[in-house]
């Protein structure tokens, strides 16, 4: 999560705790008059003398919450008739035709009892607590606060960053999707966050919290970005330009490793991120690396076109099915090692005319692999280390995009477009690699840093395959990056230095949901544990209610899809599944994978 410490809140949390430190005998007595102040000892006036019980230790034990509302609607003298008509702060919320009961003043005032209504639910808070799932109703006040509010239009969904009592200066990224457009129901949202809520890792936006109302789901990360991969090529910002030039260098390398380390603790997860581009690389003002969009969903139309996920995806993802005789497409390496160690500093390029079966455009005629989702992710990443490459050498941005681009353009109503996209352009890339080694190797004798260059193009060269199988694995690749970095860059001590277990862990039964519209259901945080007996609603989706009909606690199993062979790991990003409910007694019904490409399913 972000941290800034001038940072506060400018917003009054009435939460529990608030409350019971400001109503006092002193607070009460403030907003009355000499008269209403004796009148708190007397003994209440229903009951028929049963009761010895005062009008303060009413206030004290049973209406601190109606009082404080009466007060900020300045009648807080109708404390009295509310006692004796025995309303306390149990009754609360009540319903907007049952406010006018309070007898608030001496004629009905609709304005005023619209306020009451409106205003009791800031009394009533269900704070956000981490790991929780909330279903506030859509009256209720999410207790957080809006500090910065970021949307680009048609590319990204909405995400801002926010407050939340009780952590001061805690800066929380909060992305918004519509239910009912990009999730068909707040289950089918909750599934989702279902299978992120264990995906914890200090470069990845990772879960926090979440919460339903109003018609959308909101999901809070620990990580709230200050700028983009984007928009660093772009323009450098002024926390990355303030450093010094070595520095800088340094920072660019360290970013590679952690971004590799990251999507390797992902992969040995049996996780893929999906969607891995220069918008979802995300940076803090303190320089600090991270991906986001582990959700997976863009906030775009089904029928609009993310030209960036296309620019930086996979070939696979975008081949146009042939029959089965067609050739394959391979291509040539065109950064070759003069000796025999492939992180050897010394390369030479070349480039030789392909013939018409190499040409990129032939990828668009060969045969559809079976989709990778980590296969496709080495690939995305490989894409973003070049454009890191690329901007260490101080040649990025719209250069390299019009490079790429220069020989291959696609018809359109409006006339040629450029397609600038990495998997349509790999001849182009290659010699834009050629490049950037001929520019590092100009370099080396000012900095070692950008003698790990021509080897890290090496590895690039590998990553951006167009066959999913000639790709490195993440852990392979996390490897020799560091083997680069400590033996050719300078950087002895790189930062996220890990050794993964090849578990799974999807965090089953740890997210605790809060659907009540009970200010005391929400419990504390924690790891929550189900009762000896889970229900079973079967293998098809539902669309009601995520708890069963006795009340039992159901929890869903995050969807998978395939990845190298039918038993590969699921995605982060994947297609939908259908929902799966677990007990003690064992998964209830056939466990099922879905492919990315086609959207077919398969069941094992």
Known sequence: MTTTPN???STMWWDDDTIERTVTRMFVCSHLIPEEIERLDRTLGFGDGLTDGTYW????????????????????????????????????????????????????????????????????????????????RDSEVVPLEVVEKKHVPGQTPFFDKVMLPGYPGTVFCRVKMPIGGGYS????????????????????????????????????????????LKGLLTTTPACFKNMEKKARRRQVMEWIHCLIDTVCFLHNRGLSHGNIKPSTVLFTSENHIFLSDLLGYTGLDRNSFDKESYDYAAPEQWFKPTSPSSASFHRRGTVTSTTASPESPNYITSRSTPDSSQHPMAMMHAPTPHLSPQAADIFSLGCIILDLLSFLVKKHGRPFATHRAAKHKTPSRGGAVPDSSFHRNLSQV??????LVKEAQKKEKDDDIFKGIAPMLHIVEHMLSSHPTDRPDAQDLQTRMYKILT???GILEPHCVHQYDNGWDFGMASLKLDTTGNRRASGGSGRHHPRNSIGSRGSGRSSGSVQDLQGQETFLVPRLSRS???????????????????????????????????RMMATR
């Open 564 to 598: 190298r062979s039918s038993r590969g790991p699921p995605s982060v990003a994947s297609s939908r599944a259908p929902l799966f409910t677990a007990s003690r007694e064992g998964w209830k019904g056939p466990m099922t994978f879905w492919q990315t490409d086609s």
């Open 487 to 489: 033996d050719h860059c």
């Open 430 to 435: 290659e010699s834009w690699m050629t490049l």
């Open 57 to 136: 230790e009413w206030i004290e034990q049973k209406a601190k919450r109606i009082f404080l509302i009466l007060v900020e609607l300045k009648v807080p003298d109708q404390i009295f008739g509310v006692i004796d008509d025995s309303w306390d702060d149990e009754d609360l919320p009540i319903a907007r035709d049952q406010v006018e009961r309070l007898a608030l003043t001496p004629t009905r005032d609709s304005r005023l009892e619209q306020e009451f209504y409106e205003k009791q639910f800031y009394y009533l808070l269900r704070p956000l607590r981490k790991g929780e799932h909330v279903i506030y």
């Open 7 to 9: 940072r506060r809140h």
């Open 185 to 228: 129901s707040p289950e089918d949202f909750l599934f989702d966050v279902n299978g992120i809520r264990n995906v914890q890792n200090d470069h990845l936006a990772s879960y926090w919290a979440s919460y339903v109302q109003q018609g959308y789901g909101y999901a809070l990360f620990n990580n709230a970005a200050d700028y983009t």
